[in-house]
C-alpha cells in the first residue's frame, strides 16, 4: 500500500540531470520515490528517497514551472520526464498532476519526451496525440512474464498493457522506443526470451531499442535482498561473481557492474534478435562508458521542425 505524502518543492521544477544523454535537457520529477517499487531502482540510494512505500508529490510544482517558464531567458526546447520518478504512476493524484504540467508545456510548443513502465490513462493519450509532433515516448519493458515483472517491478503496469500502449502511441504518431532496461542476469537474458519480447515490440511498429544491464550499488543489493526469495537473490547475486567495478557519467560514482564479456555477449544478442526485426538497438554510455560511445536516445529522437533549433538545449 502507497502512502502519499503532499509536500511543497524547495528546488527549481526544471533542473539538469546528471547523465550525459541528458546534457543541457531540462527535466521534471513531479514526486520523490515511485509508487512503481522497482526493486532494482537506483534511486532508493538518493538522500531525498521517501522509502519503499511512499511517494512525496510536489503540490506547488505547477505555480513553480509557470513562474520558472517566465522568467527564462532562453526557451527551452525540450522537457524530460523523469530521471528519478515516473510520469504515470497508479496514483490519481500524481496523474492528475502529470496531466496538468504536460497540458502547459505543450500548449507552449514545448517538446517532452518521457520513459514510463506504467498505464497511461486514456485522457493523457488523447492530449499526447493531439501534440504528436511534441511528443516521444519511452517505455520500459524487460519482459511478457507478468510473474517476473510483479516480482521486479510490483505496481507497474502488466506487459500486454505496455505492449498495447506502445502500439496506440505508434498509431498516433508519436515516436516510440522501448527500452530493455535493466536487462536482469538469470532472469529476463534468455535468448528465447528476449527473441519473444523483441518479437512483440516488432509488432508494434517500433524500430528503436535501447538496452542496458542491471548494475548494483548497495542500496540495490538491500532492496532485492529484502524484497527476494533467497534463493532468487542468490541466484542472482551469483551472476555478480565477476563483477566489474565501472566508473558511471550519471552522478560521478562507480557501480558493480557483470563483466565487460559478459554485458557484450547479451548486447550482441539483443542486436542480432532485433535486426531480425528491423530493429536498431542502442547502449547507453552512460551505464556501460567502457563499452558503449555516443547516446541511447533517452532524450528523444526529433526531425527538425520550423522554428526549434537542435541540439535540445537547457539554459
Given at each position: ?37 522497482c526493486i532494482y531502482c537506483y534511486t532508493r ?32 526546447a525540450t522537457v524530460y520526464f523523469s530521471p ?92 516510440t522506443d522501448v527500452r530493455l532496461d535493466p ?133
Open positions: 500500500m502507497i502512502e502519499l505524502q503532499i509536500v511543497d518543492r524547495k528546488s527549481p521544477v526544471l533542473a539538469p540531470a546528471g547523465l550525459p544523454c541528458l546534457w543541457r535537457v531540462a527535466t521534471i520529477n513531479l514526486t520523490a520515490g515511485c509508487a512503481h517499487g540510494g538518493y538522500r531525498n528517497y521517501p522509502g519503499q512505500t511512499r511517494v512525496n508529490l510536489y503540490a506547488n510544482t505547477l505555480e513553480k514551472l509557470r513562474s520558472e517558464l517566465r522568467r527564462k531567458r532562453t526557451a527551452i528519478s520518478s515516473d510520469l504515470f504512476q497508479p496514483v490519481p493524484e500524481v496523474l492528475e498532476m502529470a496531466h496538468h504540467v504536460l497540458a502547459l508545456l505543450l500548449e507552449r510548443g514545448i517538446r517532452v519526451v518521457f520513459l514510463t513502465k506504467g498505464a497511461i490513462p486514456e485522457k493523457h493519450r488523447r492530449l499526447l496525440g493531439a501534440n504528436a509532433p511534441l511528443v516521444c515516448a519511452e517505455i520500459g519493458l524487460t519482459s511478457l512474464n507478468d510473474s517476473l515483472l510483479r516480482l521486479f517491478e510490483p505496481f507497474a503496469a502488466p506487459a500486454n498493457e505496455r505492449l498495447r500502449q506502445i502500439g496506440d502511441l505508434v498509431r498516433l504518431g508519436i515516436g536487462i536482469i542476469p538469470g532472469f529476463t537474458d534468455d535468448e528465447s526470451c528476449l527473441r519473444e519480447l523483441i518479437a512483440a515490440i516488432a509488432v508494434c511498429g517500433v524500430k528503436s531499442i535501447a538496452a542496458s544491464r542491471l548494475f548494483l550499488r548497495p542500496a540495490i543489493i538491500t532492496s532485492l535482498q529484502k524484497n527476494l526469495p533467497p534463493d532468487q537473490f542468490a541466484k542472482l547475486m551469483a551472476a555478480f561473481s565477476t563483477a566489474d567495478r565501472v566508473d558511471i557519467n550519471a552522478d560521478n560514482g562507480s557501480i558493480r557492474a557483470i563483466s565487460a564479456a559478459n554485458r557484450c555477449g547479451i548486447y550482441d544478442r539483443v542486436k542480432a534478435i532485433a535486426a531480425e526485426f528491423g530493429i536498431q538497438v542502442s547502449n547507453c554510455a552512460c551505464k556501460n562508458p567502457d563499452l558503449a560511445r555516443g547516446s541511447c536516445g533517452i532524450a528523444g529522437h526529433w526531425q527538425p521542425s520550423p522554428g526549434i533549433s537542435l541540439p535540445l538545449l537547457f539554459q
